[in-house]
Nanobody, 123 residues
Framework: QVRLVESGGGLVQPGESLRLSCAASGFDFDHYAIGWFRQAPGKEREGVSCIYNGNNQTFYIDSVRGRFTISRDNAKNTVYLDMSSLEPEDTAVYYC????????????????WGQGTQVIVSS
């Protein structure tokens, strides 16, 4: 049974940092890409970042590039999203999802999803 569990969300002030984790099980982690998505209140869900182990491929949307870093620990079947210089616009529920092989930020190509973790950036 495929399982993706996000953690690490919380309430932070602008400029602060957070690390999100996505713990995966039930599939061949080494050969799957893991994506992070987010959905802000009143907005559609958008792809934020993606990582694929096979060729060290990583993707970021422009609004987070340079502030967010995605990484994976294959020994722990976990993907991390290190978020720094957080802005109120980063407030959203963050989800991780899996897809076989290479990265994309189009959610329609992802198979399974976690339940999400809330990030609130506010002073």
């Amino acid at each position: 049974q495929v399982r993706l569990v996000e953690s690490g969300g919380g309430l932070v002030q602008p400029g602060e940092s957070l690390r999100l984790s996505c713990a995966a099980s039930g599939f061949d982690f080494d050969h799957y890409a893991i994506g992070w998505f987010r959905q802000a209140p009143g907005k559609e869900r958008e792809g934020v970042s993606c990582i694929y182990n096979g060729n060290n491929q990583t993707f970021y949307i422009d609004s987070v590039r340079g502030r967010f870093t995605i990484s994976r620990d294959n020994a722990k079947n976990t993907v991390y999203l290190d978020m720094s210089s957080l802005e109120p616009e980063d407030t959203a529920v963050y989800y991780c999802a899996n897809r076989p092989w290479s990265c994309t930020l189009f959610e329609m190509y992802f198979d399974s999803w976690g339940q999400g973790t809330q990030v609130i950036v506010s002073s």
